[in-house]
């Protein structure tokens, strides 16, 4: 067997697997808190892709430092950077997102750990962007994303469809 074919395999498996886990998380309900609040994280598959994206991009570096010459000097720190800064976000994105709602308002914090606030009366826009598995949710003075694979996403979706005249039907949310 050819090496190509085994990485072949085992790169669409481990994505298989990182759709499936992304995909039963955010069908998984999530308890109320006492409050009365719901609280959706971020996919635990965030953080591993950019913790080993990170990694990846740290042994670049390594490999990069100790074999300097002046035929990599460019494209050297640019495939660094293609692993690196990705990770970065990816990580961060895993860290910062949340979406705190309950029955009257929903709190958006977005990978940089901006609050955006919206109560559910208020919104004028709700859009599902399947391109991005998001959705965009908009009011008279702001707007924001809910990733779709947020841990409890469904949860989201039920009080959406209680809230607003929006159904993930009409939106088209699979």
């Known amino acids: 067997m050819s090496i190509k074919l085994v990485g072949s395999?085992?790169?669409?498996?481990?994505?298989?697997?990182?759709?499936?886990?992304?995909?039963?998380?955010?069908?998984?309900?999530?308890?109320?808190e006492i409050t009365g609040r719901y609280l959706l994280k971020a996919n635990l598959a965030y953080k591993v892709v950019g913790i080993i994206t990170i990694i990846i991009g740290i042994v670049l570096v390594n490999v990069m430092i100790l074999n300097w010459n002046d035929e990599i000097q460019v494209i050297a720190p640019i495939v660094a950077s293609m692993f690196l800064i990705p990770g970065i976000f990816t990580t961060m994105f895993y860290y910062n997102y949340r979406i705190e709602f309950n029955e009257s308002?929903?709190?958006?914090?977005?990978?940089?750990?901006t609050k955006k606030t919206f109560d559910w009366n208020e919104l004028i826009k709700v859009r599902f962007m399947s391109s991005i598995k998001c959705l965009y949710i908009k009011s008279n003075s702001q707007r924001a994303l809910i990733n779709q694979d947020s841990v409890g996403f469904i949860d989201f979706k039920e009080m959406m469809e209680l809230k607003t005249d929006y159904t993930a039907e009409k939106l088209k949310i699979h």
């Open 9 to 32: 395999v085992l790169i669409s498996l481990i994505t298989g697997i990182l759709l499936w886990y992304s995909e039963t998380k955010s069908n998984e309900k999530q308890k109320r």
């Open 105 to 113: 308002r929903i709190i958006v914090t977005n990978w940089k750990g």
